[in-house]
């Protein structure tokens, strides 16, 4: 199955966007000079987060290549989100056994 030409394009812009965060996610101390986080507990069950980021982006960052044109757009990695570990349980499908992914935590 081809891409069509809007999403290969799509593809292209997020590899370019990619490439050009690794060097930041790689040295985040290099631009990166104050991160201050709070966190409040509202009742038993919820929390409020709040994160407050000083940063100075590199002359050679990249900008945003999903809106050309002034004013310019810049993307940086203020925040990396785990993804929690991806297991494999037993599912049936039209009576044979498959593996199924959950990514729920139990």
């Known amino acids: ?3 069509r030409p809007t999403a290969r394009r799509r593809s292209d812009r997020l590899e370019l966007v990619g490439a050009a965060a690794s060097p930041l996610l790689l040295n985040p101390a290099r ?6 986080e709070s966190i409040e507990f509202i009742d038993d069950r919820s929390v409020r987060r709040h994160v407050s ?3 100075t982006l590199p002359g050679f960052f990249l900008t945003s290549p999903y809106r050309p ?3 310019p ?3 940086a990695p203020l925040a990396l989100l785990a993804k929690p570990p991806t297991t ?3 599912h049936r499908r039209r009576g ?3 593996a199924a992914a959950d990514a ?3």
């Open 1 to 3: 199955m081809t891409q």
């Open 31 to 36: 631009w990166i000079h104050r991160r201050v």
């Open 53 to 55: 980021v000083d940063f």
């Open 69 to 71: 044109g002034p004013p």
């Open 73 to 75: 757009i810049h993307l």
């Open 88 to 90: 494999l349980r037993p």
């Open 96 to 98: 044979k056994i498959v």
């Open 104 to 106: 729920s935590s139990k």
